[in-house]
């Protein structure tokens, strides 16, 4: 079946340092790719998405590129600031699988001013 | 356009009691679905409706029925609550296909 694994957090950072989110895939299908984040006491949003290989979502400053060869979609970020603290969750949807959105673990960012 | 909209925000239950969570959108899309998030566990698919009239079993569904009432409208049911159903739940909404979802805010439920 399908699966996503991300880094597990909490990720602790300064605000202006750069932020690298690790998320990999298995896919029995070719699936698109997605990330989103969820600020404390709300719903998911979504952050960005990539539907083939080599594809880049961008949003906010935040960026991933769909990696076939390596099966991943790593997110990342050049400078973060103190409202970027939430939690991120890389997802995918395959339509192999019914086109059902399959959610890694979540990983948690807290920046410090 | 308010999106996804869930009710009750919070909700404290007894076991055994039962109850209906509720959620519609309003953004046309044929696909909605429950979801409940616990800890360290990401987001779990507990029913689906890739279209009105048709429901599907996810991946954590004892417990559970659901009813989607029309194209706006999908609820989620619990017949006879346990402690285990302590979590957060939130419905999302999308178009047929490997799309985005769009996610309500939420129902955080307390079983004692």
């Known amino acids: 079946g399908n699966s996503v694994t991300q880094m597990e957090g909490p990720v602790t950072l300064s605000e202006e340092a750069f932020l690298t989110i690790n998320c990999t895939y298995t896919?029995?299908?070719?699936?698109?790719l997605f990330w989103y984040v969820q600020y404390p006491g709300e719903g998911l949003q979504l952050l960005l998405k990539?539907?083939?290989?080599?594809d880049k979502g961008s949003n906010k400053g935040f960026e991933a590129t769909y990696r076939k060869e390596t099966t991943s979609f790593h997110l990342e970020k050049g400078s973060v600031q103190v409202s970027d603290s939430a939690v991120y969750f890389c997802?995918?949807?395959?339509?192999?699988?019914?086109?059902?959105?399959?959610f890694g673990g979540g990983t948690r960012v807290l920046v410090k001013p | 356009n308010a999106g996804v909209t869930q009710t009750p925000k919070f909700q404290v239950l007894k076991t055994g009691q039962s109850m209906t969570l509720q959620c519609a959108q309003d953004?046309?899309?044929?696909?909605m679905y429950w979801y409940r998030q616990d800890p360290g566990m990401g987001l779990r698919l507990i029913y689906y409706?890739?279209?009105?009239?048709?429901?599907d079993k996810g991946e954590v569904p004892n417990g559970y029925n659901v009813s989607r009432l029309n194209k706006r409208e999908f609820s989620l049911r619990l017949e006879s609550a346990a402690p285990s159903q302590t979590s957060v739940y939130f419905c999302?909404?999308?178009?047929?296909?490997?799309?985005?979802?769009?996610f309500g805010p939420g129902t955080r439920l307390t079983v004692t």
């Open positions: 999302a909404s999308g178009l047929a296909g490997p799309y985005e979802q769009y």
């Open positions: 896919a029995t299908g070719y699936p698109s």
């Open positions: 990539a539907t083939k290989a080599d």
């Open positions: 997802a995918l949807s395959d339509k192999a699988a019914g086109n059902k959105l399959t």
């Open positions: 953004m046309n899309h044929n696909s």
């Open positions: 409706s890739a279209s009105e009239g048709t429901t």
